[in-house]
Every structure is written in C-alpha cells, then in structure tokens.
C-alpha cells in the first residue's frame, strides 16, 4: 500500500476519490494532504442525486484532526454538476466535509466533543481558532439535532425561565418531563413564550392539545399563555416554587423583628433550613431561639407545616388540610405569611392538581444550576441564541449523527 493510498483508507475516500499528494513539513509543523478526483468521474446532483459528470471546479481546504500534534489540512478540486434532469448547474457536497464548512466532518465531531465538556472560548483557544467560528459550528448541528428530535409523544411539561445576561434578559425552557430533556427554548418570560412553544410543537408533528399536565410558577404570564396556548393541559404550581413563597414570607418577618431583636441576625439559615439538615451547633441555636416568644417562631411552625402538605394521600386530604393552614395562616398577624397564604389561595387549583400530576420543575432547578455555572465558566455569552445552544448541549439529549 502506497503512502497515498494508506491516508485515502485513513480518511475514508472512495472511488472517484483519491489522495494525490502529501506534504509533510517539519518546521511548520503541518501536513497537507491533497485530494482529486479520477478523470469522468461521475457525482450525484445535490438537488435529485443522479449521477452527472463534473461541469468545472474550484478550489478549496478544510482544517483537519491533527497529525500527531502536525496541523493537518485537506485541499481538493471540487465539481459542480450539470444536471440534465434538473436543468441546473450545482456544487456537489464533498464526503469529508459539510457544504460552507472550512472543517473537516471529523474535526467539527472533536469540537462538539470538546465543547460539551469546557467553555467555547477554551476551545477556541486549543485549536487555535476564532471563538465565533466555534459557536457557528455549535449553533449548526445543535440547530439540525434540535429538529430530529422526536415531540411527537409529548405528554407532560416543565417550564421555567433564567437569566440569560445582565439587564433583565431572560430565556424561557420548556422539558418534556417524561423524557426528561430540554425540547424548547425561547428569549423572553411572557405569554407568548407559551404561544411559540405551541407553534413549534404543532410544526415537529405534536398538536398542542397533546399536552395534558404542566408544571411551572405562579407567573401571571405563564397561566394566560398556557390557557390560551396550551387549552387542554392541567396546571400544577410547582411545589420548589410555593415553598419559595412561604420561606421569603418567614424571612421577611425575621428581617423586619431583627430590627428590635438582635439575638435573630446572621440566623437566616437556620429558620429556611430543615432541622435534619442542620449541625448541632445550628440546632442548639434554633432550640434556644424556639424558647422566646418570637414571632420568626411562629413563622417558622407555619413554614414546617406547609411542608406537611405534600404528605397528604390524596387530593381530598389535601384540600381539607390547605384550609386548616390556611386558616391559621391567615389568623397569625403576621403580614409576609397572611400575604404568602392568600397567594396560594388564588392559585387553589393549580396547588391541589399535584395530588393528580405528582409532577415538579425540579429537574429544571437543577438544569438551571448546570447552565449558570456553564455560564460562570464561560464568563458569559454573547447572545441568547449561544445561551440556548449550550441550554440544549447540557440537557437536550441530542444525537448529532457525527463520526466518531
């Protein structure tokens, strides 16, 4: 076997194909491998696939895997085509490469690996090229993979949003629960985030009347986009999120008595924390803090029985112990709990509809931690569209059908 022929079967190349020349240079530090093909050979049309004879050609070059630490580049003559049955003149796609790409199918398949695993600018920085052509590469086949994602059987739905840059930029995520991926995500936190989720599941084949449950926060932008979006599909109000509600209400009331109570600062923790996961130290301090007539105290017991909620074995269960803690709730005068209670009681339903769904935004609170600490890593992203490409690479679950 020739060294030609040796570097064709290591790239791959089949008839008419075939390696011609090879440079090796020391100094530079670089192969060159130069590509043609045999005269009359015969390519498919891009557009019908028959087979044409080349019409002319134009030169071009493609970065490679490295050759033991050597850059590698490819050069070729590539064709177009004359097609007789389409009447049009077409560049063919070469097999080593993707059409406008000035990389290597197999190199673009190592920077997807890379990128999966550290910030784009430190793989930037590793292969010697500009970080913008390594986000377009990304946007590319995260764009392609988005679309070969199966919608079809979408049931049950997550939604939550997160900041995408400082100012109040925001993106909104919607899972498939049941799959437990990422299947959208758009700029924005208002109803018509919901509106162009449901546009793009109806053009990926699943009507919108397909989703039954979903899960998301007490957002007044939300509940009217997915009334009127998604019509047939059952809201449950995330319980991370009601807990959210009832624990800043105790916090504001310890804020507001450490102004007349300084044996409550630096104690935030322990009043938001459940005693099983506090050391002794921190529990010696809640067990003497409980002793005083406190009225964090007594926040704090209303905050531990809400908790009992998601304990009840149904819904009826449920709804009669809601109106027991809501009762006392509403009878403890203290403002932030009496506040946090009746927001719960405008959203009674959605609260009770968990007995139902059993379903959560959990696996979007820690999808949301694995993003901003990406982003922390990265030290931020340009645009959103670079925030929802990394979004889609951490959670997305997406097959980019490239070499390996």
Not at 13 to 42: N, Q
Not at 47 to 60: I, N, P, Q, R
Not at 172 to 184: A, S, W
Not at 352 to 370: A, D, K, R, V, Y
Request: aromatic share 10%; proline share 3%; net charge positive.
């Amino acid at each position: 076997m020739t060294q030609q022929e040796l570097f064709a079967a290591a790239l791959g190349l089949t008839h008419p194909w075939s390696v011609t020349k090879i440079e090796f240079s020391v100094k530079e530090r670089r192969l060159d491998i130069h590509i043609d093909f045999e005269r009359g050979g015969m390519f498919p049309c891009p557009v019908c696939k028959g087979m044409c004879k080349a019409y002319d050609t134009s030169g071009e070059s493609w970065r490679h895997l490295n050759f033991f630490q050597h850059a590698a580049y490819l050069h070729a003559r590539v064709p177009r085509v004359k097609c007789d049955s389409c009447d049009l003149i077409r560049k063919i796609e070469v097999p080593w490469a993707r059409s406008g790409s000035g990389f290597t199918l197999l190199f673009e398949a190592f920077l997807m690996s890379l990128v999966e695993e550290m910030p784009v600018r430190a793989v930037a920085d590793l292969v010697g090229e500009h970080d913008t052509l390594i986000w377009r590469i990304v946007r590319h086949y995260v764009g392609q993979a988005v679309k070969l994602q199966d919608v079809s059987s979408t049931r049950v739905v997550g939604v939550d949003e997160t900041a995408s840059r400082r100012g109040h930029k925001y993106v909104t995520f919607f899972f498939d629960l049941q799959e437990k991926r990422l299947i959208y995500a758009t700029p924005g936190k208002d109803a018509d985030t919901v509106a162009r989720f449901a546009q793009n599941l109806a053009s990926r084949g699943c009507s919108p009347s397909q989703v039954e449950q979903i899960a998301c926060d007490m957002s007044p932008a939300f509940i009217k986009g997915i009334r009127k979006s998604l019509p047939k599909a059952e809201i449950t109000f995330d319980r991370f999120h009601l807990t959210k509600i009832v624990n800043d209400a105790v916090d504001k009331v310890r804020r507001e008595e450490t102004a007349t109570k300084s044996e409550l600062k630096k104690t935030r923790y322990i009043w938001l924390t459940n005693p099983k996961n506090l050391t002794r130290t921190q529990l010696r301090r809640l067990t003497s803090l409980s002793r005083q007539n406190l009225q964090t105290v007594r926040a704090y017991n209303i905050r531990l029985a809400f908790q009992d909620f998601f304990t009840q074995p149904d819904r009826s269960a449920g709804e009669s112990w809601l109106k027991s803690w809501y009762f006392w709730a509403t009878h403890s005068r203290l403002q932030p709990i009496i506040e946090a209670a009746k927001t719960v009681k405008s959203h009674w339903n959605g609260v009770l509809s968990w007995f139902q769904s059993h379903i959560t935004t959990g696996i979007l609170e820690g999808f949301n931690s694995l993003l901003q600490a990406a982003k922390a890593r990265a030290r931020g992203y340009r645009s959103d569209e670079n925030f929802i490409a990394m979004a889609y690479l951490i959670a997305g679950k997406l097959n980019f059908g490239l070499p390996t």
